[in-house]
């Protein structure tokens, strides 16, 4: 278990938690591993064993190489270049199941922050408090890598306590659900939405009964639903979500460029040079300091005139609030938007005029700012029973369920469009 | 800095409508002479442009040139010690109270946090038993839009009425007598995202209200109702064409960045304005003699800093303005383009003060990032502006431009870590009143003392749509106490004593002619403090961490009483009244991390404390 790992040397002014770690990685490819050998990771390697199912290789690495010390934005470039190599690694050999083991950390308390802000949940087998255990991982190591890069200062990390056993009960013989009375594609009261069908299905796989709380999905949505035991699951939640302990991720979608089939824009880059000239939509989320990824990626472009912002709130008297930003398209209002796939693929086939939408590349942008998000289902913290089902049934029914968001037209992307579009860069 | 040579505060003169101001005179040349006041005629027909101090407290801010000073001299601190529990009362709600119990008529009223319930307790008999009670039913929709706890910040008595704002956009005229409705005016959206929380000021005929949530896009306005009929007289926005925001040919600002035509829409992105927040949630305060009002605007919204270049008027600055048409007359911007959440609603004391040998009519405003400013209220000049916390994220004003200068190694960016911003977003005081006492001429400033780091993004998701947030994280500032309690002699204009406090003192405060002044703390203890010393005389363990605003008044059996509302909540406190995760930091916009010790020293629970010498 103990891997090697090279003592990284940074400037004095460089992060102190990134100087102190390393991170081993233990995959489990689902055949014999074609691991070719690189020369900046070092590698221990175990002897396969033959009678086993599982090969695992281990594979301590060292994120010196990716690390020179210097400005924030060239380290957070670094680990975006780590994350894509484990993206990479992931493909190539067909990884289907990561172990990482973060050592040399200062000290335990910093390895729970470290553990709970790469958003992994803790290898139970094993059990040792350092190892997390990814399952898909490419996808998280996306967030881990997102998390990491602005981990990397040390002093005033809050010790996040482990989770304790006090949880709000669950109603047996009921699935209760919280979720928007009005927000399609995903859900509305009427049930039209493709959370609440997923809803029904998971209820029919439990055989419970399927009961609904309703609340704006808002700031304080989690806190006056989940955490405070109204109900037990909320259909969907960004993968690693904080407020949350979120399921494996049923789908991968996109921001997307949207605009009128007629106006014959093929705008698929972030760095297309019309933008500066067009007037962009971009939603916008009213938390002081942060806002939708279109809204950073544009004003770090110095994109700013030509943009006309809609508030994701909206007016929630009008049904489905946050889809003004698609019919301000189709009215001609803005010449593109940028929207999140779920939202513009279901409106841009409902709309009367024909709407054409592309996913925005690149798909990490610059220092680190992704438009690609991995969904999840999320359920309290510590409710490891109610997780350990809905996985094994979104495992059971993701035939169902590619079809369910097929039906809806959520834009997907998975590891090889992945792969493309950045080929494509 | 300005007036240091002056000969000092006992020329300070409370600027208020002649009747008042007559009264502190008195006061002033006979210090103990209080007993024998004036017992007023039935105040019920009163305006309250015209009350004197007749031992009511009719307005949460006390009087016009909101100095939350009490007259009333029978609990002094050689008798304060055995200052006892008269009575009690329980609001039966259990959010942050920030309300002021207003007293009139023999009558104390009461609002509480949603779902807004006025009570009407009458004081001539024992136990303040209810006379009558309102429930205003707001929707419950309004408290998933609401952005900080569901609080209210008081009603308002004027002319034999109650007047008070829902949390989902009513403002309510009742009869102060019977609690009966007179009218109920709709004057903003919940669906938009717009609330209301503060008291409203009565000026003349005017009920002046503004609203909340520039967090959601709402285009921030001050709105005049007509207090018979409950009909709206103006509105006046705070972005958007002069039009809109009643600059005509009246507006003389001081400073040449807020002169031209038109800036509440050249200072933002186009179309920025239209959602560009600068809501009113905070103060009014009225100068009778210049016929003006006085009040500040919110943050702008919901950009953020980047996303907005430009000065963003008229955001983050006070308006001054006539009370009869709205029409603005002068403007300063304490926060142009504003990068730290620095709302500018933080209330103003109208006083003459005496600056470089002349006695100038001022406004003294201690600003939410960190200044205590002291304005000409005439022009808007800005005569001085000294720091009364611990400052970071800026070096200072100019007293020549009027300009804000913003520490630029401070400035949020995103996806860049920034630390030890201060003071962080609730500024370096929030809503919380102070108080001003002509005895001492000291401004008492209840506070907080926190810093903010800006670390890494996480992901987020609103409306079914993830994106990646500033993790926010306050933590206390330089001492290592959250909260401080201060004492402000606006002349000098330095601090003359201060009190630590462990958590942010979210509370208000009352200064009485017994030179005491009173203030609660978010563990719940009512506090009285000697207003020359600021040493502790006397205090009282609350139920529930205090956030209200204290009051003195005279009761009908002639004594003096001190009322206060705990209940602990608000922005600072929702940790326990929303029941929030202590283990997650960025709750409540970053404030729980600096508050994860509260819930083991308080728990939640509106009630009412009214004290009194045995």
Redesign the interface.
């Known amino acids: 278990m103990s891997s090697p790992c090279h003592k990284v040397s940074l400037s004095p002014n460089s992060l102190c938690v990134l100087r102190a770690l390393c991170v081993s990685v233990v995959s489990e490819p689902p055949k014999q591993s074609t691991m070719e050998s690189r020369s900046f990771l070092r590698r221990k390697k175990t002897k396969p064993s033959s009678r086993r199912n599982n090969v695992t290789v281990r594979e301590a690495i060292s994120l010196a190489p990716w690390l020179q010390p210097g400005d924030q934005n060239t380290q957070c470039d670094a680990l975006n270049r780590f994350q894509r190599f484990l993206f990479d690694l992931a493909q190539r050999n067909r990884l289907k199941r990561f172990r990482i083991q973060v050592l040399n950390l200062f000290h335990r308390a910093k390895a729970t922050v470290l553990m709970r802000s790469l958003r992994v949940a803790q290898a139970r087998e094993g059990s040792n408090r350092e190892d997390f255990l990814l399952e898909r991982s490419v996808p998280v190591l996306f967030f881990a890598s997102l998390a990491l890069c602005f981990l990397s200062a040390c002093s005033h990390q809050t010790v996040v306590s482990p989770v304790t056993a006090q949880q709000p009960a669950r109603v047996a013989g009921v699935l209760r659900v919280c979720a928007d009375p009005n927000n399609l594609p995903f859900s509305n009261q009427q049930l039209e939405g493709f959370e609440n069908k997923l809803a029904d299905m998971i209820a029919s796989e439990t055989k419970e009964k399927l009961e609904y709380t309703w609340w704006a999905q808002r700031r304080g949505f989690f806190r006056n639903t989940l955490k405070a035991g109204d109900c037990d699951v909320v259909m969907g939640v960004p993968s690693g979500f904080e407020m949350a302990a979120t399921t494996k991720p049923y789908y991968r979608s996109s921001y997307v460029f949207i605009t009128r089939k007629d106006r014959s824009l093929d705008i698929r880059s972030l760095d297309d040079p019309l933008l500066r000239k067009l007037r962009i939509g971009v939603q916008m989320v009213g938390d002081d300091f942060s806002n939708t990824p279109p809204a950073h990626a544009l004003s770090r472009r110095n994109i700013i005139q030509n943009v006309r912002g809609y508030t994701l709130y909206g007016d929630y008297s009008q049904p489905n609030p946050p889809a003004r930003i698609i019919d301000a398209v189709a009215a001609k209002e803005v010449d593109v938007a940028i929207a999140w796939g779920p939202l513009a693929g279901y409106f841009a086939r409902k709309s009367k005029v024909p709407l054409k939408v592309v996913p925005v590349s690149p798909q990490v942008d610059q220092p680190f700012l992704p438009f690609v998000y991995d969904i999840s289902m999320g359920v309290r913290r510590g409710d490891q029973e109610l997780k350990d089902q809905l996985e094994q049934i979104l495992d059971k029914r993701r035939a169902d369920i590619d079809r369910l968001l097929e039906q809806y037209g959520v834009p997907r992307v998975d590891a090889t469009t992945v792969a493309v579009n950045r080929a494509g860069n | 800095m300005t007036g240091r040579n002056a000969p000092g505060f006992l020329l300070l003169i409370i600027s208020l409508n002649l009747a008042f101001a007559a009264c502190a005179r008195r006061e002033n040349s006979q210090p103990s002479g209080l007993p024998n006041r004036v017992q007023n005629q039935p105040t019920g027909a009163q305006q309250t442009g015209v009350e004197t101090d007749d031992g009511q407290w009719t307005m949460p801010a006390k009087d016009y040139a909101s100095t939350r000073f009490s007259s009333l001299d029978q609990i002094n601190s050689s008798n304060v010690a055995s200052l006892k529990l008269a009575w009690s009362f329980s609001t039966s709600v259990l959010r942050g109270h920030e309300a002021a119990p207003i007293v009139a008529n023999n009558t104390m009223y009461v609002v509480t946090p949603y779902p807004n319930i006025v009570y009407a307790l009458d004081l001539t008999q024992p136990g303040g038993p209810v006379k009558w009670k309102y429930e205003s039913k707001p929707a419950s929709?309004s408290?998933?839009?609401a952005?900080c706890d569901v609080i209210n910040r008081g009603v308002v008595y004027a002319d034999g009425k109650i007047f008070f704002n829902t949390l989902d956009d009513y403002t309510i005229g009742l009869d102060a007598a019977s609690g009966k409705e007179l009218w109920k005016t709709h004057v903003g959206?919940?669906?938009?995202?717009e609330t209301m929380t503060m008291a409203p000021l009565v000026v003349k005929d005017k009920v002046l209200i503004g609203n909340s949530g520039?967090?959601?896009?709402v285009r921030g306005w001050l709105t005049a109702l007509d207090a018979t009929s409950g009909k709206i007289a103006w509105r006046a926005y705070h972005t958007g064409p002069d039009a809109d925001v009643l600059i005509g040919q009246n507006f003389h600002p001081f400073y040449t960045q807020d002169k031209g035509k038109d800036l509440g829409i050249s200072s933002w992105?186009?179309?920025?304005w239209r959602?560009g927040g600068g809501t009113t949630w905070g103060w009014i305060s009225y100068d009778p003699d210049q016929d003006l009002i006085f009040y500040g605007t919110g943050?702008p919204?919901?950009?953020?800093p980047?996303?907005?270049?430009g000065d963003n008027k008229w955001t983050c600055g006070i308006f001054a303005r006539k009370p009869e048409n709205g029409e603005a007359v002068w403007y300063y911007q304490f926060s142009p383009h504003d990068l730290h959440?620095y709302d500018g609603v933080n209330e103003q004391i109208l006083l003459d003060l005496p600056v470089n040998g002349q006695t100038r009519k001022v406004l003294v405003r201690p600003e939410r990032n960190g200044y205590v400013y002291v304005l000409d209220r005439t022009n808007g000049q800005v005569l001085s502006a000294n720091p009364y916390a611990y400052i970071t994220s800026s070096k200072g004003v100019d007293l020549n431009s009027g300009q804000f200068l913003y520490n630029e190694t401070k400035n949020?960016q995103?996806?860049?870590?920034i630390?030890e911003i201060c003071p962080a977003?609730p500024g370096a005081k929030d809503w919380q009143p102070s108080a001003f006492s002509p005895r001492t001429g000291l401004l008492y400033i209840p506070h907080q003392n926190l810093c903010m780091?800006?670390?890494?993004?996480?992901?987020?998701?609103?409306?079914?749509?993830?994106?990646?947030?500033?993790?926010?994280?306050m933590?206390a500032g330089p001492g290592g106490n959250r909260g401080e309690f201060l004492a402000w002699d606006p002349v000098k204009g330095e601090k003359v004593w201060a009190i630590q406090e462990k958590f942010p003192v979210w509370s208000g405060a009352v200064a009485t002619a017994g030179d005491l002044v009173f203030y609660g703390t978010m563990d719940g203890w009512f506090k009285a403090v000697d207003a020359h010393s600021g040493q502790l005389v006397w205090q009282f363990k609350c139920g529930s961490g205090i956030i209200g605003q204290p009051i003195s008044y005279r009761g009908p059996d002639g004594k003096q009483y001190v009322a206060v509302l705990a209940g602990v909540g608000g922005w600072s406190g929702a940790i326990v009244a929303?029941?929030?995760?202590p283990?997650?930091?960025?709750?409540a916009?970053g404030f729980v991390?600096a508050m994860t010790d509260l819930p083991d020293a308080t728990t939640k629970g509106g009630m009412l404390y009214v004290f009194a010498l045995p």
Do not use: H, S
């Open positions: 929709a408290q998933g839009v952005c959206d919940i669906n938009k995202g520039g967090e959601f896009g992105p186009a179309d920025a959602i943050n919204g919901p950009w953020n980047e996303q907005r270049p959440d949020p995103a996806g860049k870590v630390r977003a780091d800006m670390e890494g993004l996480e992901a987020n998701y609103i409306a079914g749509t993830p994106y990646v947030g500033a993790n926010v994280k933590y929303a029941g929030l995760d283990r997650d930091p960025t709750g916009l991390n």
